[in-house]
C-alpha cells in the first residue's frame, strides 16, 4: 500500500504489513512489515520516533540499496550503505536512518525462529560491521523483491514459505560468496584428498600444499566453499566415522580414537562430546 505521510518517503513507495500466528512466532522465521522505498534528503528515521516503539519494528531491519546511499546509526557505528549493499540492524537497540541526497530501498523486519543466531552469526562474519557488501550474483535484491512482491499481489504467501524465503535470504547474507570456477578445482581436489587420508595428520599447510595453494589462501576458499575451517571439516567427518564404529563394531572407545585420527583417547572423547552432545560412551549406549 502507499506511504502517506513519512517525511523523506516519495509518493511511488510502498509498505505492507504482516501479522505473524502464534504458531509462526513460535517455530518459524516471519516477517512483521516489509517494503519498497524511494526517499530522498528529508528522510530521517530515528527509533525514538512513534514507529520505532511499535512492536512490528523492534525485531531485525534487513536493507537493500538498489540505488543511492542511505546511511545508518547502529551499535555505536556509523556507515553508509550504496548501490548494491545490505544493511542488518537490531532496531531493539538504538539506531537512525536517513538519507543525505536519494536512496532506493527495498526492505524486511523479520524474526523468529534462530534469528538472534544467525544476525549475530553474520555480523561476527562480517568483523561486527552492520553494513554488508554482497558478491556478484548475490540472490538478495531477487529474493527481498519477490517477498514484497508476494505482499502486493494480496496473495501472500503461506507462513512456512515466508519462513523458507527468509531463512534462504539469512544464509546468502552468512555464506555471500558462490563458489567460484577458479576455486572450484583446487577445492574439489581438496576434499578428495582429505577423503583418502582423513585418519592421518592433516595439518592445513599438508593440504594446502597438495593442491599448490598458499595455507592463508587455501583456508580462505575452503570456508568460502564449503562453510567450515579445514579442521572443522576434517573433525565433524571423523566424528561421523566414529559414531559408526561405536555402533557398528566392538571396538573400544580408545580404539576407534586411534582408528579415526585422534593420537588421544582423552581428545577423542572431549571432541566427540563438544560436537555431538554426549560422550562416545553414552552415543553407544543409546544405539539409536
Same mark, same amino acid.
Given at each position: 500500500?502507499?506511504?502517506?505521510g ?18 509462526a ?13 524511494y ?13 520505532g ?14 540505488? =543511492? %546511499?542511505m &546511511? ?5 557505528? @556509523?556507515?553508509?550503505?550504496?548501490? /548494491?549493499?545490505?544493511? *542488518?540492524?537490531? #532496531?531493539r ?13 527495498i526492505?524486511?523486519?523479520?524474526? =523468529? %525462529?534462530n &534469528?538472534?543466531a544467525?544476525f549475530?552469526? @553474520?555480523?561476527?562474519?562480517?568483523? /561486527?560491521?552492520?553494513? *554488508?557488501?554482497l #558478491? ?20 501472500p504467501?503461506r ?6 524465503? @527468509? ?5 546468502a ?19 578428495a ?51 559408526v ?5 566392538d571396538?573400544?572407545?580408545g ?26 560412551a553414552?552415543f ?5
Open positions: 500500500m502507499k506511504v502517506l513519512e517525511a523523506g518517503v516519495l509518493p511511488r513507495s510502498e509498505r505492507f504489513f504482516a501479522t505473524p500466528s502464534a504458531a512466532r513460535r517455530i518459524f522465521f516471519y516477517l512483521t512489515r516489509c517494503g519498497h522505498y526517499c530522498d534528503a528529508q528522510y530521517d528515521f530515528r527509533y525514538t520516533c512513534a514507529v516503539q511499535e512492536e512490528s519494528h523492534k525485531n531485525f531491519y534487513l536493507v537493500y540499496v538498489r540505488e =543511492g %546511499a &546511511s545508518f546509526d547502529a551499535d555505536g557505528a @556509523i556507515g553508509a550503505a550504496g548501490r /548494491g549493499q545490505c544493511a *542488518l540492524v537490531d #532496531c537497540k538504538p539506531h537512525r536512518f536517513w538519507v543525505e541526497n536519494y536512496a532506493e530501498t526492505w524486511l523486519h523479520f524474526d =523468529g %525462529a &534469528s538472534r544467525l549475530d552469526e @553474520i555480523r561476527l562474519k562480517n568483523g /561486527g560491521r552492520h553494513i *554488508l557488501t #558478491c556478484g550474483g548475490s540472490p538478495i535484491e531477487r529474493q527481498l523483491t519477490a517477498l514484497v512482491a508476494s505482499q502486493k499481489s494480496g496473495a504467501l507462513e512456512v514459505d515466508y519462513s523458507g524465503q @527468509i531463512y534462504a535470504i539469512l544464509c547474507l552468512l555464506y555471500p560468496e558462490p563458489p567460484r570456477e577458479t576455486h572450484a578445482a583446487p577445492i574439489a581436489a581438496a576434499l584428498y582429505i577423503g583418502a587420508h582423513l585418519f592421518d595428520e592433516l595439518p592445513v599447510e599438508r593440504i594446502a600444499a597438495a593442491v599448490n595453494l598458499s595455507p592463508s589462501h587455501f583456508s580462505r576458499q575452503f570456508r568460502s566453499s564449503t562453510g567450515f575451517s579445514p579442521h572443522e571439516y576434517i573433525v565433524l567427518h571423523r566424528i561421523d566415522r566414529a559414531k564404529l561405536l555402533h557398528g563394531s571396538l573400544t572407545v580404539e576407534i580414537a586411534y582408528r579415526v585420527g585422534y593420537r588421544s583417547e582423552v581428545n577423542f572423547i572431549t571432541s566427540f562430546t563438544n560436537k555431538v552432545g554426549v560422550s562416545p553414552n553407544r549406549r543409546s544405539r539409536l
